[in-house]
């Protein structure tokens, strides 16, 4: 008799938990709605509010997750360097990887990353992603793109320096003849032949 009770009892403490736990859940699809039609109404941090709501009630809500990480990225204002905006920005990176861990497929989380990332200037780290994003969609030019952008970004300061060494303006360009000295391709006393075998010099 007593076993009897004791199964009962046990039975009655699951169906109560299975009750809780579905009552989260559906909790947690409202604040989700609710979220996203702050979302849409571009009130960004009531929509933070809502989502993060929703992932307090279900973790495993990965659309809950997904729109926290996106409307933190909305709220990032590229170029800001404050505490409150970066704290902003990495937000919203920790909520896209918190995806992946669980979807390591989930290609907006893969390109949200890599786009912050180079917001911050953070190019080896927005190139690797990127390039996680290639593999996981090898037909979509945008990755290869950005990664061109940040090789030709990263490039672009050392090609500066050297260019204020021979003291070039920003439309001139430079060249090397045979002695190794370099040339002011844009002198106006300089035939365009020369121009030419200055190049084909740099083809040597």
């Known amino acids: 008799m007593k076993t009897s009770i004791r199964t009962l009892a046990m039975m009655a403490v699951g169906l109560a938990l299975l009750a809780t736990t579905g009552c989260s859940k ?120 950005s990664v061109a952008v940040i090789d030709w970004t990263q490039s672009y300061q050392p090609r500066m320096e050297e260019r204020a060494k021979v003291g070039l303006k920003p439309d001139e360009w430079i060249m090397k003849d045979k002695s190794n000295k370099k040339i002011d391709a844009t002198n106006s006393h300089q035939h365009p032949s020369r121009y030419f075998m200055g190049f084909l010099c740099l083809l040597d």
């Open 26 to 145: 559906l909790r947690a699809r409202d604040q989700l709605n609710k979220g996203v039609q702050s979302y849409k109404n571009a009130k960004y941090e009531e929509a933070i509010n809502h989502f993060q709501q929703a992932v307090s009630l279900d973790p495993s809500l990965l659309n809950a997750r997904l729109y926290l990480a996106t409307a933190f990225a909305q709220q990032y204002i590229p170029g800001a360097d404050t505490e409150d905006n970066n704290k902003m920005g990495e937000s919203a990176i920790e909520e896209y990887k918190s995806v992946l861990e669980r979807d390591p497929k989930n290609i907006n989380s893969v390109k949200g990353i890599a786009y912050l990332y180079l917001q911050m200037k953070r190019f080896e780290d927005a190139k690797t992603f990127y390039r996680k994003a290639n593999e996981l969609d090898p037909n979509d030019p945008e990755p290869y793109y």
